[in-house]
């Protein structure tokens, strides 16, 4: 039988290239992950760009933002997005 992951939401953000950084480093962390477009009503930024969720596995929701605030910290990406809380 299958296994049946549960996603808890994590970081918000609108940049496509930084999307695909952070799902690229938590795949290499073996930490399971969902990027997905948010509705356009209330997700739209300042520049017009469509805002993406990050939801991670559940129970590995803290080492995934470590990993994000590193790849932040760093310059691997912007600081453009927001954690959930």
Known sequence: MARKIRFVDIYTLYDDVDASIIEELLEEYD???IVRDLDMVDTID???ML???VAVEAGKEESARQ???DAIRSGIISNE???ET
């Open 51 to 53: 805002g993406k969720r």
């Open 81 to 83: 997005g927001r954690f």
């Open 46 to 48: 300042r520049a017009g």
């Open 31 to 33: 930490i399971d992950c």
């Open 67 to 69: 990993i994000i605030r």
